[in-house]
C-alpha cells in the first residue's frame, strides 16, 4: 500500500504564491509520474501539472508561467510552486502518483486526500 501525505494548502490573495508538498510512503518500488490536480466545485478535476521519473514535466495552459513543479526523488516527494495565483485557482488540490508497488510489481494510480486553495480577492 502507498500513502500520499499533502501540505501547504491554504488561504492568500490574488497575486500571492503558495507551495503545495506530497510525500509519498509505503511499498514503492518506481514513482513513475507525481502530479497535482485540482476541482472546484461544479467542475471536472484537471491535471494541473505533472512530472514523470526523469523529470520532463506538463502544465495545464491556464497555469503556465505560474507554476512550476519538481521532485525529489530521494524523499518520494514532489512540490508545487504557484505564483502569481488568481481567483479561479480555488480548488481543492490532489495529489496523483503512479506507483509501481514492491507487493505486487505492478503499476498502480494513488490519491491524496486533498488540500484546499483558496484565492481571494
Known amino acids: 500500500q502507498v500513502q500520499l501525505m499533502e501540505s501547504g494548502g491554504g488561504l492568500v490573495q490574488t497575486g500571492g504564491s503558495l507551495r503545495l508538498s506530497c510525500a509519498a510512503s509505503?511499498?514503492?518500488?518506481?514513482?513513475?509520474?507525481m502530479g497535482w490536480y485540482r476541482q472546484s466545485p461544479g467542475k471536472q478535476r484537471e491535471l494541473v501539472a505533472g512530472?514523470?521519473?526523469?523529470?520532463?514535466?506538463d502544465y495545464v495552459d491556464s497555469v503556465k508561467g505560474r507554476c512550476t513543479i519538481s521532485r525529489d526523488s530521494a524523499k518520494n516527494t514532489v512540490y508545487l510552486q504557484m505564483n502569481s495565483l488568481k481567483l479561479e485557482d480555488t480548488a481543492v488540490y490532489y495529489c496523483?502518483?503512479?506507483?509501481?508497488?514492491?507487493?505486487?510489481?505492478?503499476?498502480?494510480?494513488?490519491w491524496g486526500q486533498g488540500t484546499q486553495v483558496t484565492v481571494s480577492s
Open positions: 509505503g511499498s514503492i518500488f518506481n514513482l513513475n509520474y
Open positions: 496523483y502518483a503512479r506507483v509501481v508497488t514492491r507487493a505486487t510489481m505492478k503499476t498502480d494510480n494513488y
Open positions: 512530472i514523470t521519473s526523469g523529470g520532463n514535466t
